[in-house]
């Protein structure tokens, strides 16, 4: 099974891939996640794209897609992978197809969390991981029980570079002009979802969208 998790920064693609990977087992590929660990390696291709990112700009597609090749090739995404935050462009869309026609594979459906602007500022604003744990958390939204643990675990919680507001009103910006339109591109294989509410409530209506989907795969994938 090979899907496309489409939405704003913020709209939960993480979240909600990492809960499907968890359950099916085809691994989250997130692009954010490659890069952010080039820079923290500092590889020379994280460093090439830290401006961009710092920016909430798109780092260039020949960095992305030399990231994403190199993943897509390990043995566990044979059966397939959810793809979070790729593409986010038409080129990418269309350098994607390539990569997928080069292998004789496809996508088998393109997953839309959909959210209003105000609730991702505040999501985006509030969002930080917690150094014990591992586990993303939000200032405004996570149970108080939640924030309790991670304190109690010795965590600290930390807040992406990106997520500034100055920075996140840019990638909305982007995500509105160069991400938006591959809803229109992916149309035959488009599913929307409501992203508001609690992740467990989110996840439902995400395996309710692709519940067609899951059935018509074959046993391997
Ligand atoms: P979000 O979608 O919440 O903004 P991500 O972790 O997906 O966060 O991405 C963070 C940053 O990494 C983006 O603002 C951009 O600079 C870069 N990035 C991630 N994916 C891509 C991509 N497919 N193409 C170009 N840049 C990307």
Request: aromatic content about 4%.
């Amino acid at each position: 099974m090979r899907i496309v998790f489409l939405g704003a920064p913020g709209a939960g693609k993480g979240t909600q891939a990492r809960r499907l990977e968890g359950r099916n087992g085809w691994p989250q590929v997130s692009t954010g996640d490659l890069l952010r660990s080039a820079v923290s390696a500092g590889t020379p291709l994280g460093r090439k794209a830290k401006a961009a990112m710092d920016a909430g700009e798109l780092v260039s597609d020949q960095l992305v897609m030399q990231l994403l090749d190199e993943r897509l090739r390990q043995a566990d995404c044979n059966d397939g992978f959810i793809l979070d935050g790729f593409p986010r462009s038409r080129s990418q869309a269309r350098l994607l197809g390539e990569l997928l026609g080069n292998s004789g594979q496809q996508l088998d459906a393109v997953l839309m969390l959909d959210v209003d602007t105000g609730i991702l500022m505040k999501r985006l604003t509030g969002r930080r991981t917690c150094s014990a744990t591992g586990k993303l958390l939000n200032i405004h939204f996570s149970p108080p029980e939640e924030l309790a643990a991670s304190r109690a675990a010795g965590g600290k919680l930390i807040q992406r570079d990106d997520d500034t507001e100055e920075t996140i009103a840019n990638r909305l910006a982007v995500y509105e002009r160069q991400t938006r339109p591959l809803l229109e591109h992916y149309a035959h294989l488009l599913r929307r979802v409501d992203g508001l509410g609690a992740p467990g409530e989110v996840f439902e209506r995400v395996l309710a969208a692709l519940k067609p989907t899951l059935e018509a795969a074959p046993a391997d994938g």
